[in-house]
């Protein structure tokens, strides 16, 4: 049932306005005299019954009261606690057959304690909101299923390429960063395939990636792609960068003592260089 009270927030009130106010337009049937204000000559809204016994809306008491407090029709002085909720007529107002307020679009009827439920719940004509918490979509509820197949905002919207739920407006920017997406090596060597793929890809193998001289640690900072670093390590350093990244790849610990082992190397070749410089008769000095 419709409930009208005179405080608070009113169930007969919703985005179209107060419905009582709507109510003589939305009748199907002509409506009893006994159901109707003797002072607006419209349906009862929110009903009051004074001393006497008479039915009036409360808003036309209360301007009937602004000149003076007496009963409309009898005259007899009131006062304003004296006024109760004729419930009873209460109950035969929202009994009565009205349209839906979407009469054009919506071939609705039933009783008016029924409107509000059929407006918020199935009417197809009344406004509704997305669901999708971000969406600021808004628009007749015939129209919101195609609308929620299409928004951006949905959830559960899986990756193509790794399977994660996603709301299609984070779509593209998953796919920019998805281990899984193919993609191309950004330094056109031709290689194609999962993101993670040519991540490493770039990292161990391709001849066209910007790489650090492997000996950087031993203070080279000779930067080239990986296509030209072979020779410079063979040059320099007398091995293949090819042969260094090779061990690397397939056993980290013997790069490292490879390069320690290295390092011992030339420190013993500079000693015995130093040794070899020093004047004869004094003692090499000790390092």
Not at 45 to 70: Q, T, Y
Not at 146 to 167: K, S, T, V
Request: with cysteine; net charge positive.
């Amino acid at each position: 049932m419709i409930s009208h009270t005179s405080t608070g927030s009113r169930e007969g009130e919703s985005e179209y306005g107060n419905l009582y106010e709507m109510l003589d337009e939305l009748l199907v049937d002509e409506v009893p005299t006994d159901l109707k204000c003797p002072i607006h000559m419209g349906v009862f809204i929110d009903p009051l019954v004074d001393a006497c016994g008479h039915i009036f809306c409360k808003k036309c008491l209360a301007n009937c009261f602004r000149r003076k407090l007496e009963c409309p029709i009898s005259r007899r002085p009131l006062r304003h606690d004296r006024f109760n909720p004729a419930r009873t007529v209460m109950t035969q107002v929202n009994s009565l057959r009205v349209y839906c307020v979407h009469r054009g679009s919506c071939d609705w009827r039933g009783e008016f304690s029924q409107l509000i439920s059929h407006l918020s719940d199935e009417c197809l004509s009344s406004t509704v909101r997305c669901p999708n918490s971000g969406c600021s979509f808004k628009g007749q509820r015939g129209d919101l299923g195609i609308h929620e197949e299409r928004c951006a905002w949905r959830p559960g919207i899986g990756c193509q390429h790794c399977g994660d739920n996603l709301r299609g407006v984070d779509r593209e920017k998953h796919i920019s960063v998805c281990p899984k997406a193919p993609t191309q090596c950004p330094h056109r060597c031709g290689k194609i395939g999962k993101r993670l793929e040519v991540d490493q890809h770039m990292r161990n193998e391709c001849h066209n990636a910007e790489i650090l001289c492997p000996f950087k640690r031993k203070g080279c900072s000779f930067r080239a792609v990986r296509a030209q670093m072979n020779q410079h390590t063979l040059l320099e350093h007398g091995i293949t960068n090819a042969s260094i990244e090779y061990v690397s790849n397939v056993n980290p610990q013997e790069t490292e003592q490879k390069e320690q082992e290295d390092s011992e190397r030339e420190g013993k070749s500079r000693r015995n260089k130093g040794n070899e410089d020093s004047p004869k008769g004094n003692p090499p000095k000790k390092n």
